[in-house]
């Protein structure tokens, strides 16, 4: 009897045509939406996806592993019909590419006041400004995990300073100062860029506070690049407002989409990205080597050694 496979995601064909070659004793449907998973869900021992709603998790009576697309699974772990023993596994460990190319796209666009420029633009406004350089900045990432070191890397190569935040130390060749989470307030306070790249856990939930933004300087700008629930919402949303910080760029929200009248959408020292910091154009051929490995791992009884297995 072939175990069956649910693909869950706009791309799922893509996941589906690389499969089939290698695991004959898969059966595989691959829906690019739920409206389209019927009752093959009463049938699947696994599923390969972003997300799932709650109102289908509770029709996945054989559901045995998750192999959730992204690094972060909190809103898997989540669902309050989840069912017990299931495996769940990350992607993590692939993104360092495309979140640190876009910290420095924020990092450069901020400094650089490119919004403004744009804005001139729309407006065939011809005006010139000084322009603020990378080099010799100081940048603090909370956060050294895959993502955090890529991007220590990449703001070495611009000769800035880099401020390292980890819970357990970490040795990192980029990293030219190193603290523990103790240390938090002491980087808010040197430091002319504090990008965050902290998983989301109960430690790190509203980690980055009134406190911690209050400790910044007026010129510093403020990323984060993690989840929205890491950072305090309001007392940023009030900083951005009195100058206190000089600015934030923002790829996550307590809530997604956000809102049309939230006030992000209008603060002129506020770059607003869609959640795009983890996406890519060949995100299927960095996610396959993990999720193959850990099929043939898992077909083999192996399931205890799964890739980035989550406890739960």
Known sequence: MKTNLLILDPHGEEYQKALK???????????????????????????LAFNISDKLIQKAANLKWIQALGTGVDSILSLPSLPKGVLVTSTRGIHGPQMSELAMLLMLALTRRFPDTVRNQDKAVWDRWPAELLLQKKAGILGLGVVGEE????????????????????????????????????????????IIVVSLTSETRGMVGAEVISAMKPTAFLL???????????????????????????????????PQGHP????????????IGGTSTFYVRQ????????????????????????EH
């Open 21 to 47: 070659p290698e695991f004959s004793e898969l059966s595989i449907r691959a829906c690019k939406t739920e409206y389209e998973v019927g009752d093959f869900i009463e049938k699947a021992r696994i599923l």
């Open 151 to 194: 991007i220590a890397r990449k703001c070495k190569a611009f000769g800035m300073t880099v401020y390292g935040i980890n819970r357990s130390r970490k040795e990192v060749g980029a990293v030219d100062r190193f603290f523990g989470l103790d240390g938090l307030l002491t980087v808010a306070r040197e430091v002319d860029f504090f």
């Open 264 to 275: 992000f959408w209008k603060m002129k020292n506020v770059i607003v990205t869609p959640h």
């Open 224 to 258: 984060n690049l993690a989840r929205g629930e890491v950072v305090d919402e309001k007392a940023l949303i009030q900083a951005l407002k009195l100058g206190t910080i000089a600015g934030a760029a923002l790829d996550v929200f307590y809530e997604e989409p956000l």
């Open 287 to 310: 996610v396959l080597p993990i999720f193959q490995e850990n099929l043939r791992r898992y077909l083999r009884g192996e399931r205890h050694t799964l890739i980035n297995r989550v």
